[in-house]
């Protein structure tokens, strides 16, 4: 069976329904530029989607030296050859005429072209010059989730072993710092316990705070293909906007923003007070227990109901789900990482699945979601707030390991203090004691919070800075030099997605201009600085992708993330491979913890802890009173009211998040003419309710201001709690007269707004937690909405603005015909 489906006006395709315990079918979706048959493609090359989280495996098709389409691989666990609206036609932006193809320096206030040879000397000049006058602390990176696991590895090696410096992170800071966090407070070492199967098997799914349908596409079909077949798994969402998931939910809680904790509390102690708790799990497997208990007594579902404004009985409801599940799966995502109280939340989450036992079997887990196609390797690698390998940088015995491996003096590598959050390496740029800051593969300009203060941090005179990128972004146009970067699909490399699944991304193209791979970059600043280990050997000993991942593997053996079992050779054999996997375990590790918590005894463990509240860290000799069996750690939390309450000023609280059609601040996705059409321009989301409140009706131009700034868009009046006002964050300037700043008629980057405050534990930034007010511009006049009305941001009224479709343009082949030999399901229908 064959059909051509609008995926940009239906985009999670066709329904190919399943029950429990059974294998998901496959179904092949594909896309091909126009004009293009199948019989004109030359080469498919093996990779994955680089624009979420989800690791879609897919062949790009190649003709005549350029990518002219991709299609899914039907073998692949992940996506069973399905491919989202980003993963189909993302792949355009590689093309985009605006792709830079020399590097850049700055003269005279003026960017300009110039060869490697300058713009190298100009770098690598910079760093000998501060090293010698300030030290390596003068020193910063700021990293993407976008890149390749080769490439964090060679960064993690050059910044703590090559420089010495403690300043390096990732924008994975923004989405999933408090992901890794929760992992490491319950399980004591980061790695997703649950897997992608348990879909399969679960009879009850939670969503917390994620919006699946829209950040992983190709996973909510698959949930939406278990809805369809027999004996459905019945869903839980918790997020205060009408999501696809939310729609689809036997109990939908929308409560107020920065109240997870309390919801949470709640929900544990109905669980506990009606006896549906695990005790022989909880005995052999848990530590904290009866402290949990003690935390959750008096949060009753009336008390909470009061903070977090949902009815009680609703919360009931909830409660009764998660307690009678026989398979239950929980996810997580921005929802509660960019909201107050992130990793407190994210840990009663964990504490739900632990107190019912269901751990390490199938339809059993937690999936502690990631945002970035790549957000994994950088936690693995150490090019975030981490040590590669998942080691602990408290522990001396895993800094003389990781030295051992690296052939330095432990002393080299920074260890006396954690290593410094993103968010904290600006504050340092911006009181002068970071003189150097090279941000790859990422737009701070637009991404990160209080983007006037950022704005002016990227601009202060003593900063050097060096932006590695595509595009001539907000922020590489406010660089000293920029480097031209190859990506995806035009250099190798292997990335890991949010359920540990491995997959190999193969050179199909080649970059434009003098555009290189980042590791080649990396590999050429190697060289220009000549770092040695302590026998005067290369420091950085390898020369490609492949060798720099065979001396990954090595750094990874015998530690949880352990790739040793794996090649480039075995993934190339069609289908992704989820680590560890090991000689002992050569086909890879579908599910965590089977037997229980393997990685948080005192010696073994990724960190000690900290205070859910304060952050405050748990020392050494505190961590082994606790648990000197490594067991899980049942962590409680007391709920505190978030810091930037509402008032009569700002009487709105402001929530900001992604759409379904864009990625981060649309350098590819507002390159991508289906996907840009579809979400063209900024928007803002307001219920009916608080529509007629403030005397605004759809369509109608409005500001939205807080403290810290302002930005325009048309409304969208929708499902949304009322009190709330949300913003879409991808939108910036590159596309606009202004190129990195708000023009005259107002901001459009969701940044202006949000404040500057993250969770004490995760450091991640809290974009959910600010308060604003909104006001009336200007009358539609005819006008509407730019918001799709297919997502979250569907009108409330349908009457109220045309349908989001993609056109011609946008119709996608599906097949239901396997791939790989299997006999075809014959039963694809419309959800």
Known sequence: MRAEVDRIAEPWGERTPYGPHERWPARVDSFLAPGVTADAVQRWVPTASLLHSNGDAMDLAVADGRIVGVRGRARDRVNRGRLGPKDLFGWQANHSRDRLTTPLVRRAGHLVACDWETAMAEVAGRTRQLLHQHGPGSLGFYTSGQLFLEEYYTLA?????????????????LCTATAAEALKETFGCDGQPASYTDVDHADVIALF????????????????DRLAGGDPPRLLCVDPRPTQPARHATVHLAPRAGTNVALLNALLHEI?????TDRDFIDVHTVGFARLAERVADWTPARAARICDVPAARIGEAAEL????????????????????????ACQVNNLQLIRGMLGRPGCGVLQMNGQPTAQNTRECGADGDLPGFRNWANDAHVADLARVWNVEPSRIPHDAPPTPAMQIFRHAEQGSIHMLWISGTNPAVSLPELDRIRDILRREGLFTVVQDLYLT????????????????????TFTNADRTVHLSEKAVEPPGDARPDLDILLDYARWMDFRDKDDRPLVGWHD???AFEAWKECSRGRPCDYTGLSYDRLRGGDGIQWPCTEKAPGGTERLYT????????????????????????????????????????????????????????????????TLYHFHTRTKTGRTPQLNAAAPEMWVELSAREARRHGVAEGDLVEVASPRGSVRGRLRITGIRDGMVFLPFHYGYWDTPEGDHPGKDGGRAANETTVTDWDPVS??????????????????????????????????DPRAAPPTTGGPSAMAHQSAVPADGERPSGRMSRW
């Open 322 to 345: 998660l307690g009678g599940a026989r398979r239950l799966l929980s996810t997580v995502l921005q929802g509660v990482y960019q909201s107050h109280q992130a990793t407190a939340a």
């Open 474 to 493: 907000e922020t590489a146009q406010l660089a000293d030099v920029v480097l031209p970067a190859a990506t995806w699909g035009e250099k190798t490399g």
């Open 157 to 173: 090696v050059i910044a703590r072993a090559g420089l010495g410096t403690s300043h390096l992170d990732g924008n994975t800071r």
């Open 763 to 796: 450091k991640q930034p809290l974009f959910k937690t600010a308060a604003a007010r909104l006001t009336l511009v200007e009358r539609a006049d005819g006008a509407t909405s730019p918001a799709p009305t297919t997502t979250a941001s569907a009108p409330a």
């Open 545 to 547: 992708a492949e060798s």
């Open 272 to 276: 506990i007070r009606t006896g549906r």
């Open 595 to 658: 037997d229980g918590p393997a990685w948080a005894a005192p010696d073994v463990c990724e960190t000690y802890g900290k205070d859910l509240v304060t952050g405050e860290p748990v020392s050494e000799t505190e961590y082994r009173a606790l648990n000197p069996d490594g067991r899980a750690v049942l962590k409680s939390a007391e709920y505190v009211p978030p810091r930037e309450p509402t008032d009569h000023e700002y009487p709105l609280q402001l929530n900001t998040g992604r």
């Open 209 to 224: 705070g994620h919006n699946m349908a829209e950040t992983q596409p190709v996973l909510w079909m698959r949930v939406l």
